[in-house]
Nanobody, 121 residues
Framework: VQLQASGGGLVQAAGSLRLPCVASGSIDTIDAMGWYRQSPGKQRELVATVSSAFGTNYADSVKGRFTVSRDSAKNTVWLEMHNLKPEDTAVYYC????????????????WGQGTLVTVSS
């Protein structure tokens, strides 16, 4: 599975940005897709994920501001970000996980190359 993310850039605080990610390859095995991010000096963290079986999951820090959605027909997942804050500055990685029966076994083994989002104050 290959993941191609795009849409990053420089935006002012309180602005909005939309990140698309297109999956290709053996996508029939994929259930969940979503986004992680990594800020300078910090560990990589989950931002938002969407699964046809288990629904959506968001980090507390982005709830109410970010929306993750997926178009299975287009093999694309989006992250729509509103009211951006300087602390949202990070490299955003598109991720995907194989289909599982129990959500506790979800493993995001597929990672895209990352796209940089910079939020200026």
């Amino acid at each position: 599975v290959q993941l191609q993310a795009s849409g990053g850039g420089l935006v002012q605080a309180a602005g909005s940005l939309r990140l698309p990610c297109v999956a290709s390859g053996s996508i029939d095995t994929i259930d969940a897709m979503g986004w992680y991010r990594q800020s300078p000096g910090k560990q990589r963290e989950l931002v938002a994920t969407v699964s046809s079986a288990f629904g959506t999951n968001y980090a507390d820090s982005v709830k109410g501001r970010f929306t993750v959605s997926r178009d299975s027909a287009k093999n694309t997942v989006w992250l729509e970000m509103h009211n951006l804050k300087p602390e949202d500055t990070a490299v955003y990685y598109c991720v995907a996980a194989n289909r599982v029966l129990n959500p506790k076994y979800l493993r995001y083994n597929y990672w895209g190359q990352g796209t940089l989002v910079t939020v200026s104050s």
